[in-house]
């Protein structure tokens, strides 16, 4: 499927070829949220890198997470780069050099119709602000860290694959 995607204000836009865009994970971890604050979770999805296109490029500044191992002790620096619009602060997509192949744009910032995922799955719960109220449904998966599952083996499960 090929989605396009922008920032608030307009000044970046981009697409690229997802052959897993159904926005299924709902993230709490700290940097989701307060990066995002949509919903105290962010979702991202999965997309080919060899076919990204960015107009605006000027405009985007990249974010290194700085992470605390169990929220204590010394924080090491992210190798993931978030992109964001340096003009409006929208969160665009996550790339990560341990999968070069892949970005993972989020999915609030997609304009293209996205499908809707027949079940969520909620991680990272064991960083969830305590205002917020997991929206838990019927055949929903929901992890304290991270679950094994990627998000191509959960397409793949339930026959999604575009």
């Not at 608030?8 to 709490?28: D, E, K, N």
């Amino acid at each position: 499927m090929q989605l396009k995607g922008s920032c608030h204000c307009g000044a970046v836009a981009f697409s690229l070829t997802s052959p897993h865009p159904y926005p299924y994970q709902r993230c709490y971890c700290s940097i989701c949220r307060k990066t995002q604050g949509g919903g105290g979770y962010a979702i991202n999805l999965s997309g080919e890198a060899r076919s990204m296109k960015v107009r605006g490029r000027k405009h985007i500044s990249i974010y290194h997470a700085k992470i605390k191992p169990n929220g204590a002790g010394r924080a090491h620096v992210s190798s993931a780069e978030r992109h964001f619009c340096n003009q409006c602060g929208s969160a665009l997509w996550l790339y990560s050099p341990e999968w070069p192949e892949l970005i993972h744009p989020f999915a609030s910032a997609i304009d293209s119709d996205l499908p809707v995922p027949p079940e969520h799955t909620h991680l990272l719960l064991d960083s969830k602000a305590s205002w917020v109220e997991v929206d838990k449904r019927k055949g929903d998966k929901t992890f304290e860290g991270y679950p094994q599952e990627s998000i191509a083996q959960w397409h793949q499960r339930l026959g999604l694959e575009c």
